[in-house]
């Protein structure tokens, strides 16, 4: 077989662009925005180390899809046929994907809701939130979402270039930024550590490693692909992850140091793309929060269901009642707590981006137990060099964590007392 040219593997790219594109909504934008705005260039390591964890652990997930042909959760049962030992995964599956996509479809309903108030100030959450639940039931119902999702991923993807675009025209200090990536700093400020475990959070997303295996497993059916899919994540994650580091650097050209207060909505977030777009700012980044925002709002309860529904032995057929259930629940929970929560929405985003930093340690011991077993995988299993980086970033993700319990914790006495 000829091999293949560079651009006709780039051209295989899509599982890994997928999981980009949903990492990239409205909790990557509103993160980095406070974290480059609170802090400048000096939390650009963490957002480095959540692409790099990122990348390692959805190649696995890929590989584990490809070789396996089924997702995480199938595969688990596969490998544990023991009762007990398949009741307590259903029920670290269940804690660490559906309970996380709660907090998380909170964000992604905030997200677009605020996106929208961007657009139209003065505009009812309420009403919005609303909206935008029954537009998303709607669309998972009848099964027509797949169109409307790659309209606003195209949309997404157009704001991922306008910053890059404003990140190159704000004239950053290029030395600070270098600084920024490759000398771990934590300042000693107020919720340093909630704002490093949020990045990590809103990049290495507990569902995304349910989504890719699956997704993966669809689109290539030989061992032999799994090179490409490797190459997939490598390039499609890789350039989310530097979207992310150059909202970053917009945001903090924009807030800090200008003494100016951080931004309490989309509105006054556009104002990191006036360099660029001046006046139109607000629609842009108005448009661009709504479509992260719609996107994930659609997939993020599909996810949860895909997962629940393999771990518990469902299938993945979704006309399936139980599949249904399950992703109406997150929805419904996603907008009843944007609703009633009185809290901001940059607050609420920035509360579930945490969550997920303390839910990711679970899933990934439970991918690197699976890609281990030679019996399973067989020459696909993990070398040497997977499980030492998995291992490195498994103990960093468990640190973070553990250093952000405090600030956690104060960030949902706030959510709940408001």
Same mark, same amino acid.
């Given at each position: 077989?000829?091999?293949?040219?560079?651009?006709?593997?780039?051209?295989?790219?899509?599982?890994?662009?997928?999981?980009?594109?949903?990492?990239?909504?409205?909790?990557?934008?509103?993160?980095?925005?406070?974290?480059?705005?609170?802090?400048?260039?000096?939390?650009?390591?963490?957002?480095?180390?959540?692409?790099?964890?990122?990348?390692?652990?959805?190649?696995?997930?890929?590989?584990?899809?490809?070789?396996?042909?089924?997702?995480?959760?199938?595969?688990?049962?596969?490998?544990?046929?023991?009762?007990?030992?398949?009741?307590?995964?259903?029920?670290?599956?269940?804690?660490?994907?559906?309970?996380?996509?709660?907090?998380?479809?909170?964000?992604?309903?905030?997200?677009?809701?605020?996106?929208?108030?961007?657009?139209?100030?003065?505009?009812?959450?309420?009403?919005?939130?609303?909206?935008?639940?029954?537009?998303?039931?709607?669309?998972?119902?009848?099964?027509?979402?797949?169109?409307?999702?790659?309209?606003?991923?195209?949309?997404?993807?157009?704001?991922?270039?306008?910053?890059?675009?404003?990140?190159?025209?704000?004239?950053?200090?290029?030395?600070?930024?270098?600084?920024?990536?490759?000398?771990?700093?934590?300042?000693?400020?107020?919720?340093?550590?909630?704002?490093?475990?949020?990045?990590?959070?809103?990049?290495?997303?507990?569902?995304?490693?349910?989504?890719?295996?699956?997704?993966?497993?669809?689109?290539?059916?030989?061992?032999?692909?799994?090179?490409?899919?490797?190459?997939?994540?490598?390039?499609?994650?890789?350039?989310?992850?530097?979207?992310?580091?150059?909202?970053?650097?917009?945001?903090?050209?924009?807030?800090?140091?200008?003494?100016?207060?951080?931004?309490?909505?989309?509105?006054?977030?556009?104002?990191?793309?006036?360099?660029? =777009? %001046?006046?139109? &700012?607000?629609? +842009?980044?108005?448009?661009? $929060?709504?479509?992260?925002?719609?996107?994930? /709002? @659609?997939?993020?309860?599909?996810?949860?269901?895909?997962?629940?529904?393999?771990?518990?032995?469902?299938?993945?057929?979704?006309?399936?009642?139980?599949?249904?259930?399950?992703?109406?629940?997150?929805?419904?929970?996603?907008?009843?707590?944007?609703?009633?929560?009185?809290?901001?929405?940059?607050?609420?985003?920035?509360?579930?981006?945490?969550?997920?930093?303390?839910?990711?340690?679970?899933?990934?011991?439970?991918?690197?137990?699976?890609?281990?077993?030679?019996?399973? =995988? %067989?020459?696909? &299993?993990?070398? +040497?060099?997977?499980?030492? $980086?998995?291992?490195?970033?498994?103990?960093? /993700? @468990?640190?973070?964590?553990?250093?952000?319990?405090?600030?956690?914790?104060?960030?949902?006495?706030?959510?709940?007392?408001?």
């Amino acid at each position: 077989m000829a091999q293949k040219s560079v651009m006709e593997k780039l051209k295989d790219v899509g599982p890994g662009a997928v999981v980009a594109a949903a990492f990239i909504g409205p909790g990557t934008v509103t993160t980095c925005t406070f974290a480059g705005g609170s802090y400048g260039y000096t939390l650009l390591w963490a957002m480095l180390f959540s692409t790099i964890t990122t990348i390692v652990l959805q190649e696995m997930a890929a590989r584990l899809g490809i070789v396996k042909q089924s997702g995480l959760g199938e595969a688990l049962r596969d490998k544990y046929s023991n009762a007990t030992a398949r009741i307590l995964l259903a029920i670290l599956v269940i804690c660490a994907v559906f309970f996380g996509n709660v907090a998380y479809e909170t964000g992604n309903v905030s997200g677009a809701t605020m996106g929208l108030q961007a657009i139209v100030p003065g505009s009812s959450k309420v009403t919005w939130a609303l909206a935008i639940g029954v537009l998303s039931f709607v669309l998972l119902i009848t099964g027509k979402y797949k169109y409307i999702e790659k309209f606003l991923v195209c949309l997404v993807i157009l704001m991922s270039i306008v910053f890059l675009a404003t990140a190159i025209a704000v004239g950053a200090d290029w030395g600070a930024v270098i600084k920024g990536l490759f000398v771990p700093t934590v300042p000693k400020i107020e919720r340093a550590w909630f704002y490093i475990a949020g990045l990590l959070g809103t990049t290495v997303v507990p569902y995304n490693i349910y989504l890719h295996a699956s997704s993966a497993a669809k689109k290539w059916k030989t061992k032999e692909d799994v090179a490409a899919s490797r190459l997939d994540s490598i390039v499609s994650i890789g350039l989310g992850g530097m979207i992310s580091m150059c909202v970053i650097i917009t945001a903090s050209a924009a807030f800090y140091g200008t003494g100016a207060e951080l931004p309490k909505n989309g509105g006054e977030m556009a104002t990191q793309l006036a360099p660029l =777009l %001046g006046s139109w &700012a607000k629609y +842009a980044f108005g448009i661009g $929060l709504f479509a992260a925002g719609m996107s994930s /709002a @659609i997939t993020a309860p599909l996810a949860a269901a895909f997962a629940s529904s393999g771990i518990l032995g469902w299938g993945e057929d979704m006309s399936n009642a139980k599949f249904k259930a399950i992703w109406m629940i997150v929805l419904c929970f996603g907008v009843g707590a944007t609703c009633t929560i009185g809290a901001s929405p940059t607050e609420i985003i920035m509360f579930a981006q945490a969550a997920n930093a303390f839910l990711l340690p679970v899933t990934a011991i439970l991918l690197m137990l699976v890609c281990n077993d030679k019996g399973f =995988l %067989g020459e696909f &299993a993990n070398k +040497a060099w997977n499980n030492i $980086l998995g291992l490195i970033v498994l103990a960093i /993700a @468990i640190f973070i964590a553990f250093r952000n319990i405090t600030a956690f914790t104060e960030s949902l006495q706030k959510l709940l007392g408001a």
